[in-house]
C-alpha cells in the first residue's frame, strides 16, 4: 500500500491518528472538534512553523488561546 502525506499532520500538526482521539474527546464533552481544530490546532501549527526554533513558548500559546477563546460565542 502507497503511503502520502498525512493532510490532517500538514494542517494541523497532528497525526490523523491522533486527530481522532482528539475529534473522540471533543465528542464527548461536547465540545465543537472543528472550533478546536480551526481556532487552536491550526493556529499553533501555524505559530510553530513560523517559529525559528519550530517550538512554541508559553508567550506562543497564550497567544493562539486568547484569539480562540475570542471565538466562542
Given at each position: 500500500m502507497k503511503k502520502g502525506i498525512d493532510g490532517t499532520f500538514?494542517?494541523?500538526g497532528i497525526k490523523k491518528e491522533d486527530m481522532q482521539l482528539?475529534?473522540?474527546a471533543c465528542v464527548a464533552e461536547?465540545?465543537?472538534s472543528?472550533?478546536?481544530k480551526e481556532y487552536i490546532l491550526?493556529?499553533?501549527n501555524?505559530?510553530?512553523g513560523n517559529?525559528?526554533?519550530q517550538q512554541l513558548d508559553e508567550k506562543d500559546v497564550t497567544k493562539v488561546l486568547k484569539q480562540a477563546m475570542k471565538q466562542i460565542k
Open positions: 500538514v494542517q494541523y482528539i475529534e473522540a461536547g465540545i465543537d472543528d472550533w478546536v491550526r493556529p499553533l501555524e505559530e510553530k517559529s525559528k526554533s
